[in-house]
Structure formats: structure tokens, C-alpha cells
């Protein structure tokens, strides 16, 4: 049977038959977003991994695996979903601020392709378990470089006064002691600074700031086989219809024309959201639709439990209301069931006149959405479909 989409492409057939709430993946949006990264990256020494904390959902990694992407891991828990998805081990990132022992001998053990390094402690730690194992740890640092990247405060990573990376003040008498560590390898510098970055200009300071370390190091005699700048390019959240795509070509250009990479020198990217961010959507069904004095609510089968984006960030989903056939409209709050004030999806948001039953969709939700989920109220995770072919 063909399928009948609606007019923002979602198969309607799957969409009434599954029970909600539920994520709708479109794998045509995820190839069509990979295939845009090969595009821009073909020809350059550039190796692009995806960062798992965005989107764990084995279905889904296990469509990047085969497009011969590499993996930015920050768990224990990622590293084995990853093995198990088959990704190169020496394809595999390991950061994190806290990483424990357990976590560190299972990515020794495993001879991964590198531990991003947060500070001295960890260092130390890595070397002594290494030397045990009988094993050398390939390590880059991950370096602060103090960059505002205009972003949410809680998702701004490469600011002195956050917790993550080594301060740059610090960096040259970090290197030099890891160079004495016999178990040691250094690989590289890694940059994260922050996430959902819609303009260029960070990037660029990115580019200034690592050319300059690069211009030092080199008068030291010290080569990088690897200059790792993190994720962060951001998604398109107003606007899902009509830009499905991250603007990769600005990105990677920003890099093509600011970084000034070595001979043998490879740059390395660990994106999330914009990898996985478009395909995604949480299909939910109006449970109620109530008045108050002074407001409509539209009340959901999917909560804060689903897609927490909204509640900790005040996060904007674009919110479609999928089976009304009202041509007027009104104003909503849309909420979710859980017992939590914060527990809204968007405030005063305009949707056609909107019935219990009605089906909706909560769109860009593939970053940070299933993979945030928990089970708060002890309500049920939300599953997922996956749908391939328009
Ligand atoms: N590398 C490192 C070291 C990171 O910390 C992150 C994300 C990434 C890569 C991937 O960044 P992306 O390309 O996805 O921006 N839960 C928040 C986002 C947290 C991002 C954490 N780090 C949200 O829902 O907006």
C-alpha cells in the first residue's frame, strides 16, 4: 500500500496506527542530512563523529555506523552501545569531565582512538591505568579556549568559568607533563564550545585561537595528529519545513578557510543535533483541550518525561496540530500531564482549533529529546518508529 503523507511529510497511515506518544523518525531526513556532510567534507582530511549523548536510539546509530561516521562518546553506557553497533574502536571519542575508572579501563581495554583529557587528575589517572593494563592511552586535551558562542546559558561549554577543558593559561605545563608519562599518547587538542551555535563568528574565533596554539607548538618541535573543534552547529527550529538541513556549507567552509591545518594533520568534528535534530519528531494526541479564565490549554498525552527541551531550556519546538480540519485558529498553552508547573511545551502558541483526539507533532525533536527522556510520574519511556521512503 502507498503511503498517504500530509503536507509536512509525515506518513499518516503509521502516524494514526501507533499508539502516542511516540518519536517518528523520517531516515530519509537522516540520510539526506549525512549525505550533506560527505558533500561538504569530501576531499578534505576532516572525519566527522557523532555525538551519542544527542540520540542513543540503537535504530538510529546503527544507520550513522554504516555511513562510516565515527563516534563521540561520554559514558561508559555510549562506549558499549557503540561497540555494539559495530563503529571502529579507533573511531571512538571518549569525553567527559568525570570519567571513572570502570569507564577509562573499558575504553583501554578497547584501545580507543582517543580520551578527550579534562584536567591533570584524569591524566594521571588514565597513565596509572594504563601502565596496569599494560596498554599506552591515546589522549588529545580538551582545551578551554574562553569563546561565548551566544548561546544558552546552560548549554554555553567554552567559557573560563564552566567546568569543562583545561584553561589555556595552563595548557603548555599540562602538555609537558603528559610528554614524560610513558603511557601516554598525545594525539591531539579538542575545543567544544557549546551547542545549537547559529552564526559562524565563534567558529571563527575557534580558528584564530587554535592557528595561534598551533604556530607555538610548532616552534616547539610538537606535532598534533589531531585538532578535534567538538559539535555545536546549530538546527533550524522555526522553520523544519523549509530548511531540513543544518547549513553545513557555511560550517565546514568557516573551517576550510580559517583553520590552518598541518601536514598530516587531521581536523575531527563531534556533532550531535545537527546530525540527528530534523529527522526527528514527538508525535502525541490531545488528551484535553481546557479553559481557564484567561487561557486555552491544550492538554497532551506527551510530557516533560518525553522532551524535556522546553521545560530546561524554554526551548522553541514548532508545534503542528496534524489532523484538525478547522480553518480558524486560536491560542494555546500546550502542556504535558506531568504533575510540574514547568511541564509546557509553548506558551500562547496559535494552532488551528484544536479537539481531544487531535494529533500533534512537536517537531526538530531528534537531538536531546528521546535520549533526555526519563520516567518521572513513573510514566512509561516513549517509544519510537522509524519510517524510510517518501
Ligand atoms: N562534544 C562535546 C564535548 C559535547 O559536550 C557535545 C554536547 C557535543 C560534542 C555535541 O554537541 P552538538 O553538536 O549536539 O551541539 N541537551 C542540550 C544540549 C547539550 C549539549 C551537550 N554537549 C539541548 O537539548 O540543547
Not at 16 to 30: H, N, R
Not at 140 to 148: E, G, L, S
Not at 279 to 293: A, D, N
Request: hydrophobic share 35%.
Amino acid at each position: 500500500m502507498l503511503d498517504t503523507f500530509n503536507q509536512h511529510g509525515f506518513a499518516m497511515d503509521l502516524v494514526e496506527k501507533t499508539p502516542t506518544p511516540f518519536y517518528y523518525y523520517d531516515m530519509d531526513v537522516l540520510r539526506s542530512t549525512i549525505d550533506e556532510i560527505k558533500r561538504c567534507t569530501a576531499g578534505f582530511p576532516f572525519k566527522v563523529h557523532y555525538a551519542l549523548k544527542a540520540n542513543g536510539n540503537p535504530h538510529i546509530i546503527n544507520e550513522i555506523m554504516h555511513h562510516g561516521l565515527g563516534a563521540d562518546l561520554v559514558s561508559g553506557g555510549e562506549l558499549k552501545a557503540a561497540i555494539e553497533a559495530g563503529f571502529p574502536t579507533q573511531d571512538m571519542n571518549f569525553s567527559g569531565v568525570g570519567k571513572t575508572d570502570w569507564e577509562i579501563r573499558f575504553g583501554l581495554s578497547y584501545d580507543i582512538g582517543c580520551f578527550n583529557v579534562e584536567s591533570v587528575p584524569e591524566l594521571d589517572v588514565i597513565n596509572q591505568l594504563a601502565q596496569e593494563m599494560g596498554k599506552t592511552a591515546n589522549i588529545a586535551f580538551r582545551v578551554n579556549p574562553d569563546i561565548d558562542a551566544h548561546t544558552h546559558k546552560y548549554i554555553t561549554t567554552g567559557t573560563a568559568d564552566n567546568k569543562f577543558g583545561i584553561n589555556i593559561e595552563v595548557l603548555e605545563s599540562v602538555i609537558n607533563h603528559a610528554l614524560e608519562l610513558p603511557n601516554i599518547h598525545l594525539r591531539g587538542l579538542h575545543f567544544h564550545i557549546g551547542s545549537q551555535i547559529t552564526i559562524m563568528q565563534p567558529f571563527v574565533m575557534l580558528c584564530d585561537t587554535i592557528n595561534g596554539l598551533l604556530d607555538h607548538y610548532d616552534k616547539r618541535g610538537i606535532h598534533f595528529e589531531i585538532i578535534n573543534v567538538g559539535g555545536g552547529l546549530g538546527i533550524d527550529y522555526s522553520t523544519p519545513d523549509t530548511h531540513p538541513l543544518p547549513d553545513f556549507e557555511s560550517y565546514f567552509n568557516t573551517f576550510k578557510n580559517h583553520l590552518k591545518l598541518r601536514d598530516n594533520q587531521e581536523l575531527h568534528f563531534e556533532l550531535g543535533r545537527s546530525i540527528v535534530g530534523e529527522c526527528g519528531t514527538l508525535i502525541t494526541r490531545v488528551t484535553f483541550v481546557k479553559e481557564s479564565r484567561n487561557k486555552k490549554f491544550v492538554i497532551l498525552d506527551a510530557g516533560m518525561t518525553d522532551l524535556i527541551r522546553p521545560a530546561l531550556y524554554e526551548a522553541h519546538h514548532e508545534i503542528q496540530n496534524l489532523t484538525s480540519r478547522e480553518s480558524t485558529q486560536a491560542v494555546y498553552d500546550i502542556v504535558g500531564p506531568v504533575c510540574e508547573s514547568s511541564d509546557v511545551f509553548a506558551h500562547d502558541r496559535s494552532l488551528p482549533v484544536t479537539h481531544r483526539g487531535d494529533l500533534i507533532a512537536i517537531r526538530s525533536a531528534g537531538a536531546y529529546g528521546e535520549s533526555m527522556a526519563s520516567r518521572y510520574n513513573m510514566r512509561a519511556l516513549p517509544h519510537s518508529v522509524f519510517h524510510t521512503g517518501n
